[in-house]
């Protein structure tokens, strides 16, 4: 068993800058700005961001936003949809927030001045994806989370009442009697610790699929957020629960760029090498089956003709539908050679989103006072072992907007000023030179082979141990820098992952064991929940 460390760093906080605001957001995604731009005025809000503002996972979010809008559609029906597909594990009243509150989040980014593609001035264009019962993904092209990320910022960099700090990783949270009273964080600019205090600390930081090799997320997603809430005493839920998306791009040069699922909602096939269409054999909605079911098919497919990947078949389309519809996708496929119209493409699932995190209520709470959560660092159930199709938007904007409504609560019950004693930390950290490209880049082929789309226990253990070796061998290396925090928190996610995996003796959703192939309701229709000893 490993020995988390509670501080990433040594510090003394008597010779720390000290900033003090009435919220701390950690993370700068879809989750983090829209909850910023929700907190009334008079609060003064910092955003911390470890990159610049405009990278984030949501950035790259291409299918859409899960709204029922249609006349023949409902928030019963999205309700239906999502708890299927989250296979027995969704919490029902974080799912009927969710859909119920769609609507107004939307009516609200189209007061941002977000541009979705529209049927006429009325309506807004709705197109079908994986599980989805009903046509209900409102889009802007294939660049959707562009065009809402792009809109908030500017929004958010208007406001007088919130800074942005980018270059700035939050390295770890600062309790004192159970309540967080802030976060330590590194500027990389200055190449020096800030110590911001606040009331208020919300994680919007992201998932951590950058565990594995091959992820459609951008290099940020190490989970950040996750990690110093868990060394800080958070409870952490459903981390076992990683949704490998069906059709990445398959490319000698590119195995990151996603292949939006509105494009099988537009009605590609999904096609073996022989070109044989096999979806069908695996789930009544064929192409259209929930993304667990999708990925393990194209696996087992890859598995029986020994390739590496599948296709994805829109040929049958129009050239210029394409154009227009699909334009990253069809401008980035022509890229490596690929011309949508005519080739097939080539994909491979990827890790696409983690449905754990940071364990909150529906109003972002977590187990600590004062430490909130939303977004993808979160987890409030919403969905459960497997997330449907286009709530990750509708995620952040549903339950970010919870958060800006609580900030008014939080400060105003709780009057008297931030009271922080000075500390300082001391550990056994000395400065030792390492390979942290050739660590990473092993943890990363470790997880995708033994903790991927299909596990066993025998896996799972050999990571286990192999995950514990490189852990072993850095806790105590000092810790200098954005890549050294990073490398601590992917191998802690990696730990608290296989954990969790070894622990869920079933198939369930997006976790699938081998060796025991039954979801098993009696014994595990339950989270499994980490907490830091
Ligand atoms: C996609 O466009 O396929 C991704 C949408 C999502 O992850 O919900």
Redesign the pocket.
């Known amino acids: 068993m490993l020995g988390i460390d509670r501080y990433l760093i040594d510090f003394d906080t008597k010779d720390i800058e000290k900033q003090y605001h009435d919220v701390i957001i950690i993370g700068s995604g879809i989750a983090g700005v829209y909850t910023a731009l929700e907190i009334p005025e008079d609060y003064n809000v910092v955003i911390l961001t470890k990159e610049t503002i405009e990278i984030s996972n949501s950035v790259l979010?291409?299918?859409?936003i899960a709204v029922s809008l249609d006349k023949d559609d409902s928030p019963k029906l999205h309700f239906e949809d999502t708890i299927k597909a989250g296979a027995g594990l969704c919490n029902e009243d974080s799912v009927w927030v969710l859909v119920n509150e769609a609507a107004q989040n939307i009516e609200t980014l189209c007061k941002f001045e977000v541009e979705f593609d529209r049927k006429d001035t009325h309506q807004l264009s709705l197109t079908r994806?994986g599980a989805h019962s009903k046509r209900r993904i409102i889009h802007a092209g294939?660049t959707t989370g562009k065009e809402v990320c792009d809109k908030l910022i500017s929004v958010v960099r208007k406001k007088e009442n919130v800074k942005i700090k980018e270059r700035t990783f939050a390295v770890d949270l600062i309790i004192e009697e159970g309540i967080c009273k802030g976060v330590i964080a590194y500027d990389e600019d200055k190449s020096s610790y800030i110590l911001y205090l606040s009331k208020m600390v919300v994680c919007a930081t992201g998932g951590f699929s950058k565990i594995y090799s091959n992820t459609t997320n951008p290099d940020v997603a190490t989970g950040d957020g996750a990690a110093l809430a868990y060394r800080a005493g958070a409870e952490l839920m459903d981390l076992e629960f990683i949704q490998f998306?069906p059709t990445v791009l398959f490319h000698p040069e590119n195995k990151s760029f996603?292949i939006?699922?509105?494009v099988r909602g537009e009605g590609a096939y999904l096609k073996n090498v022989n070109g044989e269409r096999f979806m069908p054999l695996y789930h009544e909605l064929a192409e259209l089956a929930p993304r667990d079911i999708v990925s393990r098919a194209i696996f087992n497919e890859m598995k029986k003709t020994k390739t590496s990947n599948v296709y994805l078949d829109i040929t049958f389309k129009e050239k210029s539908y394409l154009e227009k519809r699909f334009p990253k996708i069809y401008e980035t496929c022509l890229n490596y050679g690929i011309d949508i119209s005519k080739d097939y493409i080539p994909v491979a699932p990827a890790a696409?989103?983690c449905m754990g995190g940071i364990k909150t209520d529906i109003y972002g709470r977590t187990n600590i006072k004062g430490l909130y959560a939303c977004g993808e660092a979160a987890c409030n159930g919403i969905h459960g072992a497997n997330?449907l199709?286009?709530?990750?938007l509708l995620e952040g904007l549903v339950f970010g907007r919870k958060i800006g409504f609580e900030v008014q609560k939080i400060i105003n019950e709780n009057k008297e000023s931030l009271e922080f004693e000075d500390f300082s930390i001391k550990s056994k950290r000395v400065p030792k030179v390492i390979d942290k490209e050739e660590i990473k880049l092993e943890i990363q082929n470790i997880m995708t082979k033994y903790v991927g789309i299909i596990r066993d226990r025998e896996g799972l253990l050999y990571a286990k141990d192999k995950i514990n070796e490189h852990y072993n061998n850095i806790k105590d290396v000092e810790n200098l820098n954005t890549e050294d925090f990073e490398l601590q928190n992917i191998i802690l996610l990696s730990k608290l992952v296989i954990e969790s995996a070894l622990e869920r003796e079933e198939s369930r959703g997006a976790h699938y064991r081998r060796d025991f192939p039954e979801t098993n309701d009696a014994k595990w229709k339950k989270n499994i929940i980490k907490l830091k000893k």
């Open positions: 979010a291409q299918g859409g994806e294939d998306h996603l939006s699922e509105a696409h989103y997330r199709a286009s709530n990750s």
